[in-house]
């Protein structure tokens, strides 16, 4: 295929393939970065919790009129909630997974050094707490009873405590090389101090939307402090036996408004739907993404296929000339093709140097990481492909542009 | 009306130089009919073009109706060519987005009249070419014949002094072309200067005088004394006295 | 000549109606994605009380120090390492000093509300613990009675500001002043029922932005909360505490901001050296050993430095104008190739007395028009974009999501604008056609 009538073609139509190829251009550089992105947020939503949300809920609980003996009722609700079928375990939370409030404590083995405190999200929980969420321990052991004590507010009597849960994640950034088990850390602003007993294969912080990312590799740093919260706002959290969810759902307000009414039950709610709510903001981007880019493609294309079917029309009469020296129809298509091959060529050499001027903006501005080379040549693929169909349309009726039109003077 | 003096057009390109005017020295008085022969590429549409105005001359002179156009911009040239010519081409040249009407308005518009103004004009110049009953229609629905009848409403609605005709019957069978010729005569004897190329002798031999052109060149031939319809000065808006 | 282009531009839509209505979509989609992120970014990044975010000061004191507390509490550092709260000791010094003609220290929390009527269950609130000068420094309106007093603040009395919404769902609207409410079991007298203020962003409390549902609902004088033990929603220590309220209230946690009114530069730059100073005193008292540090930042500035519109946002911005530009590039390709088709009318009305301006001017009509028709199919992709981007803001409040008056005329502009624009070359190649070129090749 002859190069040189092609781009002296072009040359005489500057301006259409100069917008062709600037659409191009500017598509690549759109399509990269989005598809980036929405890979970069589908895998945050699907990271997994450490928890078995299929089996879960929570149930919101506010003591109203300060009733005597908190602890009590708590543990009068906690035996009404077991009795109700299907349910095979519960605990009290101050903060549970895949909610926006948390609590977050300092950590570190080396109470002299300031600059080694790592932050974890600090759950409290009971010897339930584990068998309850479903997370799983792959080193040392979990809270016995007697490990347990009653807190009524942080800012109350805090009762010392004899060993608390990290997470894998939390083990590894406070002893990079070492083991961890059985150490002494400390915990601020507290100045708790307790060995570390048990390691947990993971467990997120409850705050994990993040879009903004400032959570990052911090997500799966948690611990958990032998503490049993009776203070009057708090959650209780509901195992069930497979299937036997919404049933225990009904009836858990109903079992409790059996043990004391003096309370505000706000909310009933499974985990799995906590976690299509947390990640909601997550989920509309990459919808917006995906939808900006299809449009985006479907535009560019019908801008191709607009622009060729006008030059296609304008040169009638070029194309029955060639007919009728010889030139068969899969010449002509070729020739189009070609010259459609040519713009998206120029476009993409342009929309790569746009795609990296953007992701280096995000870069800069957003601290994300860098484009993979994977996703640029994704991205030139797809446009080659792009132009390369769009273009097929009307370089087929080109091709069947019959040789007598060269005949015709008008 | 019409005056060249040793008028030149030339075409140039990096490559190539080609004279389609050399020399060119031609006049036509007020009312007369001529029509320009020639065998093809010996020049005479471009005379034509330069004539009205639709393109510039590399050297000599052309007044138009005592106007020198040499070197007349666009503005001026654009206005001349609105109120002092008229064209009619052989393919018509009509929009074919829009109706009779609308097509002979588009002059009008041009020269900034006011709504009731061109209502006037244009359907007075319907009834004097006969197309009152097709006002409303597209050129698609007419036929050629009908469709160079409303070239020439557009092309006299806005009482033009010269009209200028290019091949006005090419597109045409006999019998309309023959309708066509027959308005135009009309036109002449009620005092219109009618300049009409042509490349068959026969139409030619219809105006009052014929001018040859080869290669660029005039050759005339067959000069008649110039019949100028009785004295008026304003004679194509004589014409438009006549009611049907 | 315009009313007559303006009919051959509907005339020559018509005559090709789906490459125009295919037209019209592709700008209309790209005006109504940029509209879209833009209507956000415009709510998002709006003054939230013009007129006076310029008076309006938040001040801020270094009590953390230059110490490295590992790599994880920097990721959660402000620009300049500044805490964003104050302590409770460093925020009643600052009223004490009275450095600013108005001023309120305060902090959110939540309280129980008994309703007088036995049959209705008790509820939560927001609550903001306040000064009285909150409500004249952010010009807070009232629907009945007035705030407390400054002395009320001094006597630390048990009265209550509230909502008209909490007005409206405990006493049904009617006028409630000097009735009781019962607070966490104890009886406050309510002073005043403010009107509907909603703020946005809500500058004074960045966790409910714009969130509707979570601002405060109820006000009441700092100093009785403080005596009443009411501890606030949320609070940041990075040095150790003891426990205990009065340990609390010594410790370097942090949980209280600070608003004061200065209305003029000089009073701006008084507060600040006066801050400064207070800062200086206080290292000189050996409270911290680093060299003061402290920032004095307006609305406009506090909201910028907070970083109050989302990276998401941003990205939006950037992509859907990036996507504008695609679609009006593709709508100059299409307006050039439709109006290069049409050069041989062009020619025609060329040869019956149009210049150059008068074809220019026709052209640019068009696009015009197809600009109107863009911005109509624009706006209602906007709403579509609206709708979908609900999702982005969790306590979805519709304030971000609105088109309001602004909005709409904005979008029919940059439609008209970019389109026509996007006219101009394939205008002005029209207008160059040589009209003898055209009518020449018949």
């Known amino acids: 295929m002859e190069l040189r009538p092609i781009l002296s073609a072009l040359r005489r139509n500057k301006v259409g393939a100069i917008l062709i190829a600037l659409q191009i251009a500017l598509t690549l550089g759109i399509l990269c970065n989005a598809v980036y992105i929405v890979q970069q947020r589908r895998a945050l939503i699907a990271r997994p919790s450490g928890v078995d949300e299929a089996d879960v809920f929570t149930v919101s609980n506010q003591w109203v009129g300060n009733p005597a003996n908190m602890a009590a009722l708590q543990r009068a609700d906690i035996d009404a909630l077991r009795r109700i079928p299907g349910v095979s375990d519960v605990f009290p939370a101050m903060d549970v997974p895949l909610n926006d409030s948390a609590m977050t404590l300092g950590i570190t083995t080396n109470p002299d050094n300031p600059n080694s405190m790592r932050i974890a999200a600090a759950y409290m929980g009971d010897e339930h707490m584990l068998s309850t969420l479903g997370t799983r321990l792959v080193a040392g052991r979990n809270f016995s009873a007697s490990d347990i004590r009653e807190m009524d507010g942080l800012f109350g009597t805090r009762p010392p405590i004899g060993g608390l849960l990290i997470t894998r994640d939390l083990s590894r950034k406070l002893a990079p090389n070492g083991k961890i088990l059985g150490r002494e850390v400390t915990i601020y602003p507290f100045l708790l101090r307790a060995p570390i007993i048990g390691i947990l294969d993971r467990l997120q912080v409850p705050f994990v939307d993040g879009p903004d990312d400032k959570i990052g590799n911090m997500v799966e740093d948690s611990m958990i402090l032998p503490w049993r919260y009776v203070g009057d706002a708090y959650w209780y959290v509901v195992r069930v036996k497979p299937g036997a969810l919404d049933g225990a759902m009904r009836a858990a307000p109903g079992v409790l408004a059996g043990v004391s009414r003096a309370r505000i039950i706000e909310k009933v709610q499974a985990l799995s739907q906590a976690r299509r709510d947390i990640y909601r903001a997550n989920r509309t981007m990459v919808q917006m993404l995906v939808v900006v880019c299809t449009v985006l493609l479907a535009i560019t294309a019908f801008g191709i296929v607009g622009l060729t079917s006008y030059w296609v029309s304008q040169r009638r009469r070029q194309i029955g000339i060639r007919r009728t020296l010889g030139a068969t129809r899969m010449a002509i298509l070729q020739y189009f093709q070609t010259e459609n091959l040519v713009i998206t060529v ?58 007598a039109v060269a005949t015709r003077t008008s | 009306m019409l005056k060249m003096n040793h008028l030149s057009k030339v075409y140039r390109t990096d490559v190539l130089e080609t004279h389609a005017l050399r020399d060119f020295t031609v006049e036509v008085r007020e009312g007369e009919f001529v029509a320009v022969m020639g065998p093809s590429g010996s020049g005479k549409t471009t005379f034509l073009t330069i004539a009205g105005l639709l393109e510039e001359f590399t050297g000599g002179g052309y007044w138009l109706d005592g106007v020198d156009t040499r070197g007349l911009n666009d503005r001026h040239r654009s206005r001349l060519r609105n109120e002092k010519i008229g064209f009619v081409f052989q393919s018509f040249n009509l929009i074919p987005d829009l109706n009779v009407y609308d097509n002979i308005d588009v002059p009008l518009r041009y020269r900034g009249l006011r709504g009731a103004e061109r209502r006037r004009l244009i359907h007075e110049v319907l009834q004097r070419v006969g197309l009152s009953s097709r006002v409303r229609h597209y050129p698609s629905e007419m036929s050629g014949g009908q469709q160079q009848r409303a070239a020439i409403a557009r092309a006299l609605v ?11 019957t090419g597109n045409l069978d006999t019998q309309m072309a023959r309708g066509v010729m027959e308005l135009l005569e009309e036109l002449h004897r009620d005092g219109a200067t009618i300049v009409m190329v042509t490349h068959d002798p026969e139409l030619a031999a219809r105006a009052q005088r014929q001018v040859r052109i080869m290669d660029g060149r005039i050759v005339e031939l067959e000069a008649e004394p110039a019949l100028v319809g009785q004295g008026n000065v304003d004679g194509l808006s004589r014409a438009f006295s006549r009611t049907a | 000549m315009f009313a007559y282009y303006f009919r051959l531009s509907l005339r020559s839509f018509r005559r090709n109606v789906i490459l125009t209505g295919l037209m019209v979509l ?56 500044l805490p964003t709260s104050l302590t409770y000791l460093d925020a009643v010094a600052l009223m004490r000093a009275h450095a600013a003609p108005r001023q309120a220290a305060m902090y959110a929390t939540n309280v129980a509300v008994t309703p ?73 007298r309510i002073v005043g029922v403010a009107d509907t203020w909603h703020p946005t962003p809500r500058f004074y409390d960045l966790n409910n932005a714009f969130d509707y549902g979570g601002a405060e609902q109820l006000y009441l004088p700092f100093t009785r909360a403080i005596a009443q033990q009411i501890h606030s929603n949320g609070l940041s220590c990075l040095k150790p505490v003891g426990s205990g309220w009065q340990t609390l209230l010594g410790s370097e946690c942090i949980w209280t901001t600070v608003w004061v009114e200065l209305p003029t530069a000089a009073a701006a730059r008084a507060y600040r050296s006066f801050l400064f100073n207070y800062a200086q005193a206080q290292r000189d008292s050996g409270r911290f ?77 068009e696009s015009g028009t197809l600009g109107l028709t863009g911005a109509a199919a624009g706006l209602g992709f906007t709403l579509l974009g609206l709708t979908m981007a609900r999702g982005l803001f969790a306590n979805a409040t519709s304030v971000l999501t609105r088109l309001n008056g602004g909005d709409i005329a904005i979008a029919i502009g940059v439609s008209l604008v970019t389109t026509m624009l996007a006219g101009l070359y394939p205008s002005w190649r029209a207008s160059q056609v040589q009209p003898a070129w055209q009518l020449k090749t018949q």
């Open chain 2, 158 to 168: 806005g009482r033009p002094r010269l009209l200028l005709a290019d091949e006005p």
């Open chain 3, 116 to 188: 007088a009527d036995p049959k209705q269950l008790p509820f939560r609130v927001p609550t903001r613990a306040t000064y009285a000068d909150f409500f004249p420094m952010f010009e807070v309106p009232f629907e009945y009675g007035a705030p407390w007093s400054a002395s009320d603040d001094q006597a630390r009395a048990p009265l209550v500001v509230i909502t008209r919404q909490l007005n409206d769902r405990l006493y049904g609207g009617v006028n409630s002043v000097g009735r009781t409410l019962t607070l966490n079991g104890d009886a406050y």
């Open chain 3, 26 to 81: 592709a700008i209309g989609v790209g005006i109504g994605a940029s509209m879209t992120t833009l209507t956000i970014f415009r709510a998002m990044a709006a003054d939230p009380i013009p007129g006076k975010s310029g008076e309006l000061f938040t001040p801020q004191i270094d009590n953390y120090g230059p110490v490295n507390l590992g790599p994880d509490t920097q990721r959660f550092q402000t620009p300049d390492r």
């Open chain 1, 346 to 403: 120029s476009g993409v050499v342009i929309g790569l140097l746009l795609a990296l001027a953007g992701n280096l903006w995000m870069v800069e501005k957003f601290s994300t990481t860098r484009l993979p080379l994977s996703y640029l040549l994704g991205g030139v693929l797809t446009m080659l492909l792009l132009g390369q169909l769009a273009v097929l349309w009307p370089a087929l009726r080109a091709a069947s542009v019959p040789p």
């Open chain 3, 289 to 365: 050993h680093w060299p003061a540090k402290v920032a004095l930042r307006n609305v406009r500035q506090w909201l910028a430095y907070r970083q109050i519109v989302p990276q998401d946002v941003s990205t939006l911005v950037l992509v859907s104008f990036a996507f504008l530009g695609v679609c009006l590039l593709n709508a100059l390709g299409l307006m050039l190739a439709k109006f290069m088709a049409r050069l041989g009318q062009v020619s025609v009305r060329r040869a019956l007395g149009a210049d150059q301006r008068a074809i220019l001017a026709q052209c640019i009509v």
